[in-house]
């Protein structure tokens, strides 16, 4: 029965797979893995080469070959966790029904069907509980100690268990605690990978990590630190309180309710676990709620994991659920739920908005073009597009807001030189202030504000004409001063910079849309919305010149969003 439900697992969860590039950082990931770039911090080592294997797999596209190993590690993962659950409850049944639970969330399913780092972070969080129940048994000592210093290079958020537990063998373990650094660093040594692929010069060198300060900040994240316990305490409460409600909401509320029960039988079986689980439970809260970015969710898995594996302690010890019947019942009814509930919001089996959306821009821009943006969900697919799928590498595409760390300048100069040495003198003045900044010497704050400035204007002059915007909210306190005398004007689906207010039209019966068929997510609607804006955009300055057919022709354009 559990083989034969794992491969219904397997079925339903890779029917959803993405076939291609998606939001948020997936081009940038399948980007990096291939050419072997840094990564965002903090550098991901460990899923970078993983990836770089699989992108060795023949006839498949480098997005579905990426997705496909974000799939197979959280397939990997629902297997160890089965395990996992089975060790501690000792029953099958309960271990199936809090698989399902697990498998078929929003939280886990969002991060399996497409490439992302969450599901390697996820796979090492239960693997590291796994171990620890198994602390006794010989040799495990040691690959613990190794998987806890590589689960460090992998994400920060596994700080949540990893502290604990090398707290714990450092208490526990005082007779063995040389080897357990010795294994611990041994693991940790992976970032090194990071130092000595970062001075090799690749393509996209993230943070330049090529000296020991600066790896210590890309593995620190240090960029992000802006966003990260510095927020107002009425901001944590309500963080705290989202949180809590999104977690109650996934463990279909009566899972959540077990949770107490299942802390009280487990203590009084393991204090060790008890504890370990419960600090990684508070550590994870608190990372969470004192970060603000939007895709924040994945965020709360180290507290998702062990509220899963105290409810189905909990589940085990109420002696009304012990009869074979009931829990059968349950697990039919659980399954039943959240594949009727969740299938749609996470089918990404035919999702092709994203790779669409670029598409429609790039393919509508003259030869040559530069497009400015400040939205990551428009620039890192379009590295995707123009890097995997060598799709107009001719146009000249700035993320605005990477160009305040210095790494990306040494891109543009790398990928656009004919640009760069046109801006070459703007370009030194504004790196001059982006060091300083970087290295906590910056006196003036109103000097870089001026030369960043400067520098995107510059920019845009040299490319007189053909100089567009792809922006989600135009209300960008730069744009104020960056667009003075200038109008911002619809062409097709971005804006064209220029001095007048001649419109120009580009034919939308070019336009590909395959519509997608899951129920979109906040994130994914905002794509919806930016084409509804600018379909609108084009008709009003198509009903200054009266051109009825066009208009008519975007209004039933229109009715497909």
Excluded: C
């Excluded at 073009?369 to 700035?398: A, E, H």
């Excluded at 034919?507 to 590909?512: A, I, M, P, Q, V």
């Excluded at 609607?525 to 009903?543: C, G, R, T």
Aim: no cysteine.
């Amino acid at each position: 029965m559990v083989y034969l439900y794992f491969l219904i697992l397997f079925i339903i969860l890779f029917s959803t797979l993405s076939p291609t590039v998606g939001l948020i950082d997936s081009g940038e990931i399948i980007f990096g893995i291939n050419y072997l770039n840094i990564l965002h911090p903090t550098g991901y080592p460990l899923f970078t080469l993983l990836g770089k294997i699989f992108s060795f797999l023949p006839f498949l596209e480098p997005a579905f070959k990426g997705n496909l190993l974000s799939f197979l590690l959280g397939f990997f993962t629902i297997i160890l966790l089965y395990f996992l659950i089975k060790k501690i409850t000792n029953d099958n049944i309960v271990s199936l029904i809090y698989v399902t639970l697990f498998s078929f969330n929003n939280l886990f399913w969002s991060i399996v069907n497409e490439i992302e780092v969450y599901s390697l972070t996820t796979f090492l969080l239960i693997l590291l509980i796994y171990l620890f129940l198994k602390k006794e048994e010989e040799n495990i000592f040691l690959f613990t100690a190794y998987v806890l210093g590589v689960s460090l290079t992998h994400h920060l958020m596994l700080l949540a268990i990893v502290l604990p537990m090398i707290i714990y063998f450092i208490l526990k373990e005082k007779k063995k605690i040389f080897l357990f650094i010795i294994f611990f660093l041994l693991g940790f040594s992976l970032y090194l990978y990071l130092l000595i692929r970062a001075n090799s010069e690749p393509i996209f060198n993230w943070g330049k990590p090529k000296d020991f300060l600066r790896l210590f900040w890309h593995i620190s994240g240090k960029q992000y630190r802006i966003w990260s316990f510095s927020l107002p305490f009425n901001e944590v409460i309500n963080n705290f309180v989202k949180e809590i409600n999104f977690l109650i909401k996934e463990m279909v509320y009566v899972y959540f309710l077990l949770v107490i029960i299942g802390i009280y039988f487990l203590f009084k079986k393991s204090r060790e676990l008890t504890v370990i689980l419960v600090a990684t439970i508070f550590i994870g809260i608190l990372n969470s709620i004192n970060y603000s970015i939007p895709d924040i969710q994945p965020y709360y898995l180290p507290t998702f994991i062990p509220l899963i594996i105290f409810s189905s302690y909990g589940f085990s010890n109420i002696k009304i659920f012990l009869t074979k019947i009931t829990k059968l019942l349950i697990f039919f009814i659980t399954f039943l739920i959240l594949l009727i509930s969740n299938y749609q919001k996470n089918n990404k089996r035919n999702f092709y908005l994203v790779y669409d959306f670029v598409y429609n821009i790039l393919k509508s821009l003259p030869e040559n073009s530069l497009v400015l943006t400040n939205w990551w969900d428009f620039y890192s697919p379009s590295l995707y597009l123009q890097y995997l799928k060598n799709f107009r590498r001719d146009v000249i595409i700035i993320d605005k807001e990477l160009l305040r760390r210095s790494f990306y300048l040494d891109y543009l100069r790398k990928v656009y030189p004919d640009l760069t040495n046109k801006v070459k003198s703007k370009l030194e003045e504004y790196e001059k202030y982006l060091y300083q900044f970087e290295y906590n010497k910056l006196k003036n704050s109103w000097e870089i504000q001026n030369a960043y400035i400067n520098l995107l204007s510059s920019f845009i002059e040299n490319k007189k004409n053909k100089a567009y915007l792809v922006y989600l909210n135009l209300n960008d306190y730069d744009l104020k001063t960056l667009l003075v005398n200038k109008k911002i004007i619809p062409y097709f689906l971005a804006l064209q910079i220029k001095d007048t207010f001649e419109y120009q039209y580009y034919d939308f019966k070019n336009l590909r849309y395959r519509k997608p068929k899951k129920i979109l997510d906040e994130r994914e609607s905002l794509i919806i919305d930016y084409y509804k804006n600018i379909i609108n955009a084009n008709i009003y300055f198509l009903e200054k010149t009266g051109e009825k057919e066009k208009i008519n022709k975007l209004k039933e354009i229109l009715k497909n969003f």
